[in-house]
């Protein structure tokens, strides 16, 4: 393959990545902003699991 072949391939892709990467960000700015909800509920089950992971306090011994 000739060296210009293979630069006039790699701008034609380079040229769709980028129209697909400006379609993705239209894409998602439109969609709105699921990232916060997604964040909090992402903090929220890591907060669970640590609650549970964590040994809870040790029970009295009991009297005889």
Partial sequence: MAPETHLALHHTRAA????LAAAH????????RPR???TR?????VE????LATPG????APSS
């Fill in 41 to 45: 509920l992402g903090w929220t089950l």
């Fill in 57 to 60: 306090p040790a029970a009295p």
């Fill in 16 to 19: 769709e990545l980028h129209a």
């Fill in 25 to 32: 960000r239209l894409a998602t700015s439109a969609a709105g």
């Fill in 36 to 38: 916060a909800l997604r």
């Fill in 48 to 51: 669970v699991g640590l609650r």
